[in-house]
């Protein structure tokens, strides 16, 4: 049995940036293997959708990671108010004073 779960492949992790020489190495490999070559550009609609994809899955993997904080139960449906005893209800009398009676 496979440890993925099915149909899970629409969110890949975030990408990470990786170290310094990481991303110089990145770097210099693309413009070795661009400059002064011919290669397709994607299109203003693909480059779009490209964003749009990283964009929902980044935010999709934040919401995730918060949630894993604090989970919490919503109750759904009717509710009955809560109730609060006559003897712990605060009454406000004159002159703004509280009274308990």
Not at 15 to 33: F, P
Not at 81 to 90: A, L, S
């Amino acid at each position: 049995m496979s440890t993925s779960l099915p149909r899970a492949g629409y969110l890949r992790s975030p990408k990470r940036s990786g170290t310094k020489e990481e991303v110089l190495a990145g770097l210099y490999a693309h413009l070795d293997k661009t400059l002064g070559t011919q290669y397709e550009v994607e299109s203003k609609q693909q480059r779009e959708q490209r964003l749009m994809d990283e964009l929902w899955a980044n935010r999709v993997w934040q919401d995730n990671y918060k949630a894993s904080f604090r989970p919490t139960w919503q109750l759904t449906g009717p509710r009955l108010p809560t109730y609060t005893g006559e003897m712990y209800r605060r009454y406000i009398g004159r002159y703004g004073h509280t009274r308990m009676d």
